[in-house]
Structure formats: C-alpha cells, structure tokens
C-alpha cells in the first residue's frame, strides 16, 4: 500500500512538470511551401528579454534541424505571445472516519490542500503566411515555471517547450479514405 501511495505521488509530482500542447492547423495547406522564416519585426513576446533570446535561439535551432531557414524574405512570419497566470493547487489529501452499528451509517470526510496555487506560463505560436497574411499553423503550451529559476533552468524549459511545440511541425495531414 505504502509503495501504491508513493507511485501516485511521483506521478502527481511529474505531471504538473510536463509540457502540454495544444494545436491547431489550416488542412489545405501545402506545407511543403515553407521553406523560410522569420519573426514579426515589432514581436512582443511578454518574456524577458533575456527569456525572449533564449527561446529564439531554440526555435532557430530545431527550424534549421529541419531544414527550414531564417530568412529576411521569408515564406512565413512567427508571432509568439505568452502569459503567466496562477492556478489554484489541486492536491488534495483526503482523510475520513466512518462508522455503522446496526442499520445506522455516518462519515466524515474532510480534503486537506497540499502545496499552494501553481504559476503556469501559456505561450502561444502563430505561424502566419508572409504573402497572404494568413495564420496557418498554431501551437499553444501551458508549462510550470518559476521566476527564481536559474539561466540554465530557464534555457532547458524553454529548450523543452520548443521541442514539445515543434514535434508536430510540420503536422501530418490524414486523408479520409474514399469509397
């Protein structure tokens, strides 16, 4: 039992960690198209400056990985935008009393909190067409993070995000099959 109680804890511990992404897509576009990028000249990123540079140079990175290129005419522009934003700690611990003697039933059950509101970052990731003006891909991440961490806590989170975000670029369009 003991070993069942500590396996739902680290599971609790390590899914309030993890990256979540949520995306979203044009299915008539040809993706093959994009081959150059670059980002929105007035970008307001809402990170830090030195944040801001952090996560460019992880997005450049896996871009070229990829073969798509930096360019100052490109096929598509990125936009990034984030937020922080508190949300309430819900970890609870239950503890209970019951009892029955005959036909006569009753219980208490009281959820004690464990550990406080959580800070979440949202970054969200626009890829617009640079000829049409066209958004056409976008990826949304909720992560935790904290404002003490240090520069090489802040590089690999947001070296994480990146890599959780362009997983699925460019995404795999199915086909319906035809009858």
């Excluded at 993706?31 to 000249?41: A, R, V």
């Excluded at 984030?82 to 009892?99: E, I």
């Excluded at 003697?101 to 970054?123: C, K, M, T, W």
């Excluded at 003006?133 to 520069?151: C, G, I, K, V, Y």
Aim: with cysteine.
């Amino acid at each position: 039992m003991r070993n069942i109680i500590y396996l739902l804890f680290l599971v609790s511990v390590f899914s309030c960690s993890a990256v979540r992404v949520n995306y979203d897509f044009d299915k008539s576009v040809d993706f093959s198209n994009y081959s150059t990028y670059n980002y929105y000249p007035e970008i307001q990123t809402g990170l830090s400056d030195l944040d801001s540079r952090r996560l460019f140079n992880a997005i450049d990175s896996t871009m070229q990985m990829k073969g798509i290129l930096l360019s100052e005419e490109p096929d598509f522009y990125i936009n990034i935008q984030s937020k922080s934003f508190v949300t309430p700690g819900n970890s609870t611990v239950g503890v209970g009393l019951g009892g029955t003697s005959g036909n006569v039933g009753g219980g208490v059950s009281i959820g004690v909190p464990v550990g406080g509101p959580n800070l979440e970052r949202e970054i969200i990731f626009d890829f617009v067409d640079s000829q049409k003006d066209a958004l056409f891909w976008q990826a949304t991440s909720f992560s935790n993070f904290s404002d003490n961490s240090s520069p090489n806590t802040r590089e690999r989170k947001l070296n994480e995000i990146v890599a959780k975000v362009f997983s699925k670029y460019p995404p795999v369009i199915k086909h319906g099959k035809k009858k």
